[in-house]
C-alpha cells in the first residue's frame, strides 16, 4: 500500500467527504426496496423506495414511453424499459441516470429479460419480429423476423421469458406462438406452434414458468402451451372465454400479463363482460365467474394468493376493487383517483400502489386495512414496476 | 450552492477518486444478485455474487454460527444471523461490515422477519421463547415468553413469518402451535393452539403463507394449520409420517424449513427413511414416495417446480439427488464433496449453490445441464442464503 508511504495528510478527508458524497456518488443503499413509475407524457421514469413511499429522484429523455414496460437486471440496479416508440433504455437506478439508450425497431410493446440474466429480448409490432441484445451493453445479438406465409412479417405480442433462456410469445396476425431458445447467441432455435387460434393479442406465463396462455382477439377461448409437455402441442381452453354470442362493445382490452393465479384458481379478466372468470389450473375448467364493477383491465393477486385487485376501462376506470379468494366475493370497494391505470404490491403483500393518471398522483394503500399510507405526485402516471420482479420467472 | 465560490481547485479530486474508493466507499452495487455463506466454525459470513460465482468479502466476529440462519432486511442490505449462541448479528452485506451485534438468548435456533421489515425475531431454546427486536438498531420491542403449565417455559422452533406482521412456531415442549401478532408492539396478541401433537420439532410456512406445518417429534403425523381458517383449529395429516411402527435409526432431523412445493404437490423427508414422501396440497394426502438414495435432510424445489433436489444424512451426506416431478423419479445422482450440509437456487433457479463443509467448499451447479460451473474454497461452509429471501413469505 505504497500510497500510504507518501505522507498524504488526511485532514481534508473529513471536510471534503460530505460534498464528495453530495456530488459524485450516489447514496450506497440497497435495490431490493426500490421501484420505478412511468410518467408516460414526460417519457421520465420516477425512482421510487416502498420502504418510506417516497420519491428517491427522476430520469428523462426516454423517448414515448405510452405503454412502456420495465424489466431489471438480476442485481436489481438496472431498469429495461421498453418505449413504443421502439426505444429500449438501460436506467441506472442507483445513479438515477440514463445508462445507454438505443431506438431497436419502429414500434414495440414489451419485452423481457433472460433467466440468467445476459440476454433482453424486445417484441415489436414494426418490424415483426423479437430482437434480442446483450443486457450489459445492449449491442445487438439475434434477430428473429416474424415471418410467415408469402414473406410477411407479424407484430409480436404477449412475450414472457421461460426457464433455460427461452422466450415465448405470440405472432398476432399469424396465428401462432413462438418459443426462443438462445441460450447460444445469435444462434436462435425456434419452436413454432401454428394454428393456435385467430389473432392472439396478449399472453402470460404462470408464476412457475410452466404454462403459456394466449388471449384470442378474433375467436373465443384461450391458446394453453404446456412447456413442460410441447409434444402434447397447443389446446384450447375456456371456450367461453371471449366476446361470446352477445357482442358487447369493449373499450379497452384487459391485459392478460396482469393476471393472477392464486393457490390453484387463476382469475382472468372477461373480455367486454363485467366479470372476473374463475378457473382451476389443474382442468383449467371454469369455476366460478364474480360479477365486478366494470370491464376489468387488470386483475392481480396480492402475492399470497387471498385477495385479488382489479381495476377497469372507461368509465369506470376510477374505482378499483378487491376479491376476497377465500369467499370468492368483492370485500372493498376504492376510489384512489380519475384514469386508473396500473397497480404494483410491494413484494411480500403489505401495500399496494396504484396509479392515477389524471390525478397526477400515485396512492399506496395497505392491503390489510385499506387505509391510504401515501399519495406522491407523479404526472400522468401508467406502470409501476418494483425490482422484486427480477426474481420471477415470466416477467 | 456556496461550496463552488469558495475557490477550491478540483484537479486533486482525480488523483485522490480512486483512493478514496478503495479506502473508504465500498462499490456501488445492486444488491439483487448477492447471498451469504455460512462458515461455521470461523464465525463468519462470506458475502459472494451470483453474478459472477465469486467471494465479495467476508465478514466475521459473529459469534458461534453452527446451525445458523440468515434472513434479510427489504431493501436486500442488511443480513440479520441467528446463531446458536443466542447471538442476532446485523452485517451490512455493501460495506462488509457488522453494523450491530446483540446476545438476545441462551440458545436459539432461527428466526424471521416482519412482512414490511419492521422487526426481526428470535425463537429461543433458552430462555424458550419468542423474542422480537426493531429491524434497524436491534432495540428490544416485545418478549413473549413460550410459557405452559407450572410455570415452564418451552423451546421455540419452527418460526416462520405470516402475512399480517405475525409470526408462527411451534412450542416443543408444550406441544403448541402459537401465532404473535405484532402490528403493534410492544403489544403483543397471541393465538395459542393446544394439543397438536407430541413434540413439534420444526415447522414451515407453505409459499403462499397460507398453511403452516409442524413435524412431530413424539408420534407420526403431521399438525396442519389452516392461518386462513383459524377457527377449524389444528388438523392432523400424513398419519404415516414419521417413523412408523418400524423403528428406524435417525441420523439427522429432516429441516422442514428447506421443503419443497412443485406445482400443487408439496415433496417431504420421511423420517429415518429412505424416501421422499409426496402429498396434495389440496387434500394433503400422500400421492406417492420416491425412493432416494439416504435419509433426506433437505428437499429443496427449483423455483419453477420442475426439479426437486435433495441431500442426505451421515453416511449418504457426499451425494445429492435429482427429482424430476413431471417424471416423478430421480434424473440425476451428484456428489459435490464430502458432508453437503445446505443448497440454495439462485432466484429464477438456473443455478444451484451446495455447501459440501468437510472439503471446504461450495459448488455451483447449472440445474439445465447438471455441469458444475464453479467451486469456491469456503471454510466448512454450512448455510447459504441469497438476498432474494428478503421479497418471500414464509422465510
Known amino acids: 500500500m505504497t500510497w500510504l508511504k507518501t505522507g498524504v495528510s488526511w485532514g481534508w478527508l473529513f471536510l471534503v467527504w460530505p460534498l464528495l458524497a453530495w456530488s459524485a456518488e450516489p447514496m450506497l443503499r440497497g435495490t431490493g426496496d426500490l421501484g ?20 428517491v429522484q427522476r430520469v428523462d429523455g426516454l423517448g414515448d414511453l405510452s405503454h412502456a414496460s420495465v ?7 438496472y431498469a429495461y424499459v421498453f418505449g413504443r ?30 433467466q440468467d440474466g445476459r440476454l433482453v429480448a424486445v417484441a415489436n409490432y414494426e418490424p415483426g419480429g423479437l430482437k434480442v441484445f446483450a ?4 449491442e445487438p445479438v439475434a434477430d428473429v423476423p416474424a415471418a410467415y406465409g408469402d414473406g410477411n412479417l407479424s407484430k409480436v405480442v404477449g412475450i414472457a421469458d421461460l426457464p433455460g433462456d427461452r422466450f415465448i410469445y405470440s405472432l398476432f396476425d399469424a396465428d401462432q406462438i413462438w418459443v426462443a431458445d438462445v441460450h447460444d447467441p445469435p444462434a436462435v432455435k425456434i419452436e413454432k406452434f ?14 412457475d414458468g410452466r404454462y403459456y396462455l394466449a388471449g384470442l382477439f378474433g375467436e373465443d377461448g384461450i391458446a394453453l402451451l404446456d412447456t413442460w409437455q410441447p409434444q402434447a402441442g397447443v389446446q384450447r381452453i375456456l371456450p367461453n372465454y371471449g366476446k361470446g354470442e352477445e357482442k358487447l362493445p369493449v373499450y379497452k382490452m384487459p391485459h392478460l400479463r396482469g393476471w393472477a393465479v392464486a393457490g390453484r384458481q387463476v382469475y382472468l379478466p372477461a373480455i367486454g363482460r363485467h366479470e372476473v372468470l374463475v378457473a382451476d389450473t389443474l382442468t383449467w375448467k371454469e369455476t366460478a365467474r364474480i360479477a365486478v364493477r366494470g370491464q376489468p383491465v387488470f386483475v392481480v393477486a396480492r402475492p399470497d394468493g387471498r385477495q385479488v385487485w382489479v381495476n377497469f376501462a372507461f368509465p369506470d376506470n376510477g374505482f378499483v376493487q378487491v376479491i376476497d379468494t377465500l369467499a370468492g366475493q368483492i370485500v372493498q370497494t376504492l376510489e384512489p383517483g380519475k384514469a386508473v391505470l396500473h397497480l404494483e404490491f410491494t413484494p411480500r403483500g403489505e401495500a399496494v ?9 400515485v396512492v399506496v394503500y395497505d392491503t390489510a386495512s385499506f387505509a391510504k399510507r401515501a399519495e406522491l405526485a407523479v404526472e400522468s402516471p ?9 426474481h420471477r420467472i415470466g416477467f
Chains 1, 2 share one sequence.
Do not use: C, H
Open 36 to 55: 420505478v413509475i412511468v410518467e408516460r407524457g414526460a417519457g421520465r421514469l420516477v425512482i421510487i423506495s416502498t420502504s418510506n413511499n417516497g420519491i
Open 71 to 77: 424489466v431489471f437486471s438480476r442485481d436489481q440496479r
Open 85 to 114: 416508440d421502439g426505444g429500449l433504455s438501460k436506467v441506472d437506478i442507483l445513479r438515477g441516470m440514463l445508462d445507454k439508450r438505443i431506438v431497436q425497431g419502429g414500434n414495440s410493446i414489451g419485452g423481457a429479460i433472460s
Open 135 to 138: 443486457a450489459d451493453t445492449l
Open 194 to 207: 401454428t394454428g393456435i387460434g385467430r389473432a392472439p393479442y396478449d399472453g402470460l406465463v404462470t408464476p
Open 353 to 361: 400502489w396504484i396509479s392515477a393518471r389524471d390525478d397526477n398522483k
Open 382 to 390: 401508467s406502470g409501476i414496476f418494483f425490482t422484486a420482479r427480477a
